[in-house]
């Protein structure tokens, strides 16, 4: 295949369990942008998390965070587009959920990323490594100054109730007007309907003038799977989830296993 763009999710899929890019990976990076082609992390992370590891993979260009609510060049700020969850949308669906599963708590993430409103509940249930910042930086708001400001990504988690089963009372409810997915974190992601990892890639793709067919794609998570389908050849990790491995091309190795580097190992050798 013709290749001009990699995009990757960074937890599970390009980061080992640690959160470190092995040298492996990191020479695989490097030989593909050497080549012309663009590497893009593509993360439900805000760039705040994403700078954590930026140094260590070499990400400095563009980068699509909230599960592809926020293009954002990661080397001069700019911001190539943000979509917003609405706060009557967001409102309706707090509501709704407070009912069907009470003890359910709510964040907003805003302002490019960087802006997070959270119930002072889903604060104390927070840690440090669910959103990549310090608990103590999330704010303690009344619900209704949660839902009261448009988000690139509305969160909602509870106690006792597992993400998955969280997600299908999300689903249940009858509700329009959001896309709701998890990550294999300890919450439920929820962003403007119809958009997902790959509506962000298609943006991003648009701007840079790649095609389609000429996207590599790697993932692990359901919040993946819309991507892996989209792209030109999708790549589910080794031990993905059935949603992610239901809608790759192909299946490598673990994270643990290298298994980015060894796809575009493969992938730039053919090229050769």
Not at 13 to 41: E, K, M, Q, Y
Not at 142 to 171: D, N, Q, T, W, Y
Request: aromatic letters at 6%; hydrophobic letters at 45%.
């Amino acid at each position: 295949m013709p290749l001009r763009l990699i995009a990757s999710d960074l937890d599970g899929t390009l980061l080992r369990n640690d959160l470190s890019v092995s040298p492996r990976t990191r020479w695989a990076l490097d030989a593909a942008r050497a080549a012309g082609i663009h590497v893009v992390p593509v993360t439900a992370r805000q760039p705040i998390g994403v700078r954590r590891i930026a140094e260590g993979a070499g990400f400095g260009g563009w980068a699509l965070c909230s599960n592809g609510a926020l293009g954002i060049h990661l080397g001069t700020g700019e911001v190539l587009f943000e979509r917003h969850l609405a706060p009557e949308v967001q409102r309706s669906l707090a509501e709704a959920m407070r009912e069907a599963v009470p003890g359910t708590v709510f964040a907003s993430i805003r302002k490019a990323g960087e802006g997070f409103y959270a119930q002072g509940d889903y604060a104390d249930l927070a840690a440090e490594t669910d959103h990549k910042r310090d608990p103590a930086t999330m704010g303690r708001y009344a619900l209704e100054e949660v839902v009261s400001g448009p988000s690139l990504k509305f969160v909602l988690r509870h106690p006792h109730v597992s993400p998955p089963e969280l997600l299908a009372a999300v689903r249940g409810l009858g509700l329009g007007g959001f896309h709701a997915t998890h990550s294999g974190a300890a919450f439920v992601e929820v962003a403007a309907e119809g958009l997902t990892k790959a509506a962000g890639l298609a943006l991003l793709c648009g701007k840079l003038g790649v095609a389609q067919a000429d996207t590599l794609a790697f993932g692990d998570a359901p919040n993946d799977a819309e991507m892996l389908a989209w792209a030109g050849r999708g790549v589910a990790m080794g031990g993905a989830h059935p949603e992610a491995r239901a809608a790759a091309d192909e299946v490598t190795l673990s994270n643990e296993e290298d298994g980015v580097a060894v796809v575009v190992e493969r992938v730039l050798a053919e090229l050769a």
